[in-house]
């Protein structure tokens, strides 16, 4: 199983940028999606999830308004739409996989991460 995540890079505080990540050799269609992301010095987060039903999503609270997920189950690829970026974003993110029943839509517990993509955003 890989996840390959993609579309990080340097932008000004105000600014956008949309992280894709593409799976492969997994039943994309039943998994729910994840993204989470880690600070310099801090812990891993979760940031956003979607489930196996584009309806089924959620955001951690400093997000919510800003970021949006999204998938398409043709391409075998997550989506994650970052506008209003602040500097507090600045992380490494990372997609995840997990086989899910039904629109459960987990924070935790994730089975497959992609290699991460950094996103770096200046004041």
């Known amino acids: 199983v890989q996840l390959q995540a993609s579309g990080g890079g340097l932008v000004q505080a105000g600014g956008s940028l949309r992280l894709s990540c593409v799976v492969s050799?997994?039943?994309?269609?039943?998994?729910?999606l994840g993204w989470f992301r880690q600070a310099p010095g801090k812990e891993r987060e979760f940031v956003s999830v979607?489930?196996?039903?584009?309806?089924?999503?959620l955001y951690t609270d400093s997000v919510k308004g800003r970021f949006t997920i999204s998938r398409d189950n043709a391409m075998k690829t997550a989506y994650l739409q970052m506008n209003s970026l602040k500097p507090e974003d600045t992380a490494v993110y990372y997609c995840?996989?997990?086989?899910?029943?039904?629109?459960?839509?987990?924070?935790?517990?994730?089975?497959?991460w992609g290699q991460g993509t950094l996103v770096t955003v200046s004041s």
């Open positions: 995840s996989a997990k086989p899910v029943i039904l629109s459960h839509v987990p924070t935790s517990g994730y089975h497959y």
């Open positions: 050799e997994l039943t994309f269609s039943r998994c729910a």
């Open positions: 979607i489930g196996r039903s584009t309806g089924s999503t």
